[in-house]
């Protein structure tokens, strides 16, 4: 393993001054010390080591970022929406910091062009996008403190993103919501997987969701997951009507 890279080092060369310009542009204010984000766009795959031996990457500000968006929503959603009970704010934080918008934030930004790794950005799945995107605000806390994540944050996810309205229409799960209005209705369903190689011999994971004993929707994806959802959404579509009243 490296022990610390060039771009770690104290003397400002002509790529961190790019680099600093690049994400000064992103953040709207300038970074304190540089290092805290050339960690956050810095893989596991890179090897490299702090002073001590400790792993340097971005997952424990992936964590932080993680934690401090939470907190930052919550707090907006505690102010933003009165009426709201417990259970209606945690789903309306859940939609913000979902996965699938954690990874479109990301990429508006384009962070992935920033991250240093042995592996070719080709090869990393959509939720890097995230990833990196929750360890820049891990980054932003700890260079500036509350406040300047804070203003990250309502910069570039709440005020840009966050409709409370739109937002209460919106599903995070459509597999989630399938099951949630058989076990309701009182109604059998299960999901068939195998696997599907596909074209080209790319490895799939063919689904069949059944309800009631008859197969409702089928789909394929690259994961288990993916096509657990991707059958339910279509399951969704089938009974929207009768889901829609529950």
Same mark, same amino acid.
């Given at each position: 393993?490296?022990?610390?890279?060039?771009?770690?080092?104290?003397?400002?060369?002509?790529?961190?001054?790019?680099?600093?310009?690049?994400?000064?542009?992103?953040?709207?204010?300038?970074?304190?010390?540089?290092?805290?984000? *050339?960690?956050?766009?810095?893989?596991? #795959?890179?090897?490299? &080591?702090? /002073?001590? +031996?400790?792993? @340097? !990457?971005?997952?424990?500000?992936?964590?932080?970022?993680?934690?401090?968006?939470?907190?930052?929503?919550?707090?907006?959603?505690?102010?933003?929406?009165?009426?709201?009970?417990?259970?209606?704010?945690? *789903?309306?934080?859940?939609?913000?910091? #979902?996965?699938?918008? &954690?990874? /479109?934030? +990301?990429?508006? @930004? !384009?962070?992935?062009?920033?991250?240093?790794?042995?592996?070719?950005?080709?090869?990393?799945?959509?939720?890097?996008?995230?990833?990196?995107?929750?360890?820049?605000?891990?980054?932003?806390?700890?260079?500036?403190?509350?406040?300047?994540?804070?203003?990250?944050?309502?910069?570039?996810?709440?005020?840009?993103?966050?409709?409370?309205?739109?937002?209460?229409?919106?599903?995070?799960?459509?597999?989630?919501?399938?099951?949630?209005?058989?076990?309701?209705?009182?109604?059998?369903?299960?999901?068939?997987?195998?696997?599907?190689?596909?074209?080209?011999?790319?490895?799939?994971?063919?689904?069949?969701?059944?309800?009631?004993?008859?197969?409702?929707?089928?789909?394929?994806?690259?994961?288990?997951?993916?096509?657990?959802?991707?059958?339910?959404?279509?399951?969704?579509?089938?009974?929207?009507?009768?889901?829609?009243?529950?």
């Amino acid at each position: 393993m490296r022990i610390i890279k060039k771009i770690f080092s104290k003397s400002r060369s002509l790529e961190d001054g790019i680099f600093f310009g690049a994400i000064e542009k992103i953040l709207g204010f300038a970074p304190k010390n540089i290092d805290f984000y *050339k960690k956050a766009f810095t893989h596991r #795959s890179s090897n490299i &080591l702090d /002073e001590v +031996g400790n792993p @340097l !990457n971005y997952e424990r500000l992936e964590f932080l970022g993680d934690a401090m968006l939470s907190a930052v929503i919550a707090g907006h959603l505690f102010n933003e929406a009165p009426t709201g009970d417990e259970g209606y704010l945690t *789903k309306m934080r859940s939609k913000i910091v #979902s996965r699938e918008h &954690l990874n /479109e934030l +990301g990429k508006d @930004l !384009n962070l992935v062009q920033f991250v240093e790794s042995k592996v070719p950005v080709q090869h990393f799945g959509d939720n890097i996008h995230g990833n990196i995107f929750e360890s820049l605000v891990g980054a932003i806390y700890l260079d500036r403190g509350y406040e300047y994540c804070e203003k990250f944050i309502q910069k570039r996810v709440i005020i840009p993103y966050v409709d409370i309205t739109r937002l209460e229409g919106k599903v995070i799960s459509y597999k989630s919501l399938v099951i949630e209005w058989c076990q309701k209705e009182k109604r059998q369903f299960h999901f068939d997987i195998f696997e599907d190689n596909g074209i080209d011999g790319e490895r799939l994971f063919g689904v069949k969701l059944s309800i009631d004993e008859k197969v409702i929707a089928k789909a394929r994806a690259t994961s288990k997951k993916k096509a657990e959802e991707k059958a339910s959404q279509r399951a969704y579509f089938a009974f929207q009507e009768k889901i829609d009243k529950k």
